[in-house]
């Protein structure tokens, strides 16, 4: 026997223990059993290699031959791959890897979008659907080019794209159109007025003549700087531009219902699970669907992502839909008080062009009904507002 | 049988046939001291590393020696290792 051919197709180490094991030896030659480079151990022993698929029928002769084989070394060779059809999982994995490695570059699995700003990415991404950049198709289906200059023709304010497939994974970069900056009249002539009544607590006048100062308390609509500077022989009109900050102080009055509608009791639940694959849907187990009644809707995505962050376009999605039943009971006051301070804070901040506030003073009192906030909060503020001059007026 | 035996021979010897294929005797074919290979056995019926004893239908071929190890064997052919120091033939007694 070549060693190459008991590597190719394996070899198994033996020993035969028998009172006589000649008689075993003589039965294997019978049966043209091939076995090679036996020894003797002892007297009742023997040892020797046959091939992989004859440690069978060495048995079965052996036994015949009232001898007892025990097998010391086994060397499948090419039959150690026929032991992986018992392992259905591995062969799955191996299909999978030759799969990805051989076939899956030619086709798109991924698409990512980058270099936008402004430009929403499910704009971009429907738009090359549209074209023909989808999910499984073929990498040599389109031409990047073409692609490229249909893109910038559908897709408002980009300058330039590029598609670029690789390795199952289309990349779109996109470059947005710059925005000319919005240019400032200064022809235009324009004072700045007070916003608000409140007393000036920090001034930066950067165009015309300052009418007022830190400390002065000013009123609504009150001239802060001048747009028309006057120097006594001519005017000069310009544009003001400053920046006043000033305390402020403002009065809020919020409501909310003394009772609301709220759930109490969760009912019965149903649970659907949805492979979504690309575009393929595919409905794994259960019914999301509860009719005529109102129910909570959750739905959750899973989607297979890999460690490095890359993403497939396989999701797992769980639509759970819950019976709840609602009732209405009343608001407790420091529920309402809660509610009312974080919208009254909320609704103040919203207000300012620019500011903080200092300090707060509120009242929550229940009225019929509802409760009420009445409160008052000092802030600083920005108060500056520009006002156009009207040069030729009616005068 | 003996007599039989004899006259298969000078037959085949007249007839230019291979005595071995007539007769059925056994064919020993020696390498230098470290290899004999014997063909038209009838099995082994002693094994050890100093002694390899095969049956053949004069008897039986001893092979001695050290460390013996059969290489291959099969029903048509036996091939012994080892370093060997003599092959006796012990005719069947009749």
């Given amino acids: 026997m070549t060693k190459l051919e008991t590597t190719l197709r394996g070899s198994v180490e033996v020993t035969v223990h028998s009172a006589a094991p000649e008689r075993c030896l003589n039965r294997l030659a019978e049966a043209e059993v091939p076995f090679w480079s036996t020894s003797s151990v002892d007297a009742f022993t023997i040892r020797m290699f046959v091939f992989f698929r004859d440690l069978k029928r060495l048995r079965h002769e052996a036994e015949r031959a009232q001898a007892e084989v025990t097998v010391v070394k086994e060397s499948p060779g090419i039959w150690f791959f026929l032991t992986w059809l018992r392992r259905p999982c591995l062969l799955l994995g191996l299909a999978l890897a030759i799969f990805m490695v051989l076939w899956s570059p030619n086709y798109i699995w991924t698409i990512s979008v980058s270099g936008n700003e402004t430009i929403p990415t499910s704009v971009i991404l429907r738009a090359v659907d549209t074209l023909g950049i989808q999910f499984g198709v073929r990498t040599d289906s389109f031409q990047s080019q073409d692609i490229k200059n249909r893109l910038l023709n559908t897709v408002d304010g980009l300058q330039w794209a590029a598609v670029n497939c690789s390795g199952g994974h289309c990349q779109i970069l996109v470059k947005e159109r710059d925005v000319a900056p919005e240019l400032l009249n200064r022809k235009m002539a324009a004072d700045v007025i007070a916003s608000r009544d409140g007393t000036i607590v920090e001034m930066s006048v950067l165009e015309g003549q300052a009418l007022c100062q830190v400390g002065d308390t000013v009123t609504e609509g009150q001239k802060l700087v001048s747009g028309i500077n006057d120097f006594v022989v001519n005017l000069q009109t310009a544009r003001a531009q400053a920046e006043i900050y000033a305390r402020t102080w403002r009065d809020l009055e919020v409501k909310t219902p003394a009772a609301c509608e709220a759930p109490v009791e969760e009912g019965r639940e149903t649970v659907a699970r949805y492979l979504q694959i690309g575009r393929l849907r595919i409905k794994i187990l259960g019914s999301s669907s509860i009719s005529g009644v109102t129910c909570d809707k959750i739905i959750e995505r899973n989607t297979l992502t890999l460690p490095g962050g890359i993403t497939f376009p396989v999701t797992l999605i769980t639509e759970t839909c819950r019976e709840s039943e609602t009732e209405s009971r009343s608001v407790t006051k420091p529920e309402a008080s809660g509610i009312l301070q974080t919208y009254g804070q909320w609704a103040v901040e919203n207000s300012m062009f620019a500011g903080e506030i200092l300090s707060e003073k509120k009242s929550i009192t229940p009225a019929s009904g509802c409760y009420v906030l009445q409160g008052t909060y000092s802030c600083e503020e920005m108060i500056a507002r520009e006002q156009e001059v009207q040069l030729y007026g009616s005068e | ?71 291959m064997m099969n029903h048509e052919k036996i091939v012994i290792y080892g370093r060997l120091e003599s092959v006796r033939i012990e005719r069947r007694v009749p």
Avoid at chain 2, 19 to 25: D, K, S, Y
């Fill in chain 2, 1 to 71: 049988m003996g007599e039989l035996l004899d006259f298969v021979t000078s037959a085949s010897e007249k007839l230019g046939i291979p005595p071995e294929i007539l007769t059925g005797l056994p064919v020993v074919e020696m390498t230098g001291d470290s290899a004999v290979m014997i063909e038209q056995h009838g099995g082994i019926s002693a094994y050890s590393e100093e002694e390899v004893c095969v049956k053949v239908n004069l008897g039986m071929i001893c092979v001695t020696g050290k460390g013996l190890t059969i290489r």
